[in-house]
Nanobody
Framework: QLQLIQSEGGLVQPGGSLRLSCTSF??????????VGWFRQAPGKEREGVAC????????NYADSVKGRFTVTRGSDKNTVYLQMNDLKPEDTGIYFC???????????????WGQGTQVTVSS
């Protein structure tokens, strides 16, 4: 009933850019009211927090590895969150997930609802 649907990822050259979206369906409230986090998982590694935005606001936090390159924003429709990724590096490669929670805010993967995940590959 409660779903987070992510846009498709893709293959991008090092130094390139890509924007991912996360849209909610079936939530009682607009996604704007929920904290949203972005996480990624590379092969053989644990899922790690990348970026997050607070519920009911636009306070953001970023992992040191992406700070200055990635930006998380909310869409005007109140049910979409974006992750803008610039100056992509090969180490950014992985499966990217969005997640939402009414309470949790941060880069720890302790969120209640998760998107399906989408592959992002940075390679020449």
């Amino acid at each position: 009933q409660l779903q987070l649907i992510q846009s498709e990822g893709g293959l991008v050259q090092p130094g390139g850019s890509l924007r991912l979206s996360c849209t909610s369906f079936g939530f009682s409230l607009d996604l704007y009211e929920y904290a949203v986090g972005w996480f990624r998982q590379a092969p053989g590694k644990e899922r790690e927090g990348v970026a997050c935005i607070s519920g009911g606001g636009e306070t953001t936090n970023y992992a040191d590895s992406v700070k200055g390159r990635f930006t998380v924003t909310r869409g005007s429709d109140k049910n979409t969150v974006y992750l803008q990724m610039n100056d992509l590096k090969p180490e950014d490669t992985g499966i990217y997930f969005c997640a939402s929670d009414m309470l949790e805010y941060g880069l720890v993967p302790d969120y209640d609802f998760w998107g399906q995940g989408t592959q992002v590959t940075v390679s020449s």
